[in-house]
């Protein structure tokens, strides 16, 4: 995520104030986990490398309960929120049809409630960088690099 619980927030923007934003997101159809970050290019490097350490640290269960607690919260509350608009109802039963699940946002949090760190750790097992882009002016000396 990119809120301010998420553990690349606190790294990479409030702990050591190299980007303005960073995200992480998953689509899950695609098998991508995608990572965007709103920084100055002097800082490209190091947060590329900030968020291949992190990923390697989720891997290796290197996380506290506190942090998977409060990442469930976050997840458990934005499903709990869906039935607080029509038209996120309705993406969210259009992504399930597309999922070939016939499951309401109950149950959905139930799910995420109770997984546990090994869950997680499993999670990011054989995530890899495959991609970095980089988009600045023309004249960057840095390129798109991949693996």
Known sequence: ???PHARLFKEVRERRS???SVHAEIDHRKGLMLVS????E??????????QREIAALSAGAFSSDELATAKA???SSLHAIDDSVAARMSFTFERLLDGLDREPREHAAVYAATTADA?????TGLWLDHV???AP??????????
Not at 37 to 40: R, S, V
Not at 42 to 51: H, N, Q, R, Y
């Open 1 to 3: 995520g990119g809120g």
């Open 18 to 20: 190299l980007a303005y």
């Open 37 to 40: 970050a709103g920084l100055d």
């Open 42 to 51: 002097a800082a490209a490097a190091t947060v590329e490398g900030l968020v």
């Open 74 to 76: 976050g997840i458990v």
């Open 120 to 124: 997680v750790a499993r999670s990011v």
């Open 133 to 135: 882009y980089l988009l």
């Open 138 to 147: 023309a004249s960057s000396a840095r390129t798109a690099t991949a693996p």
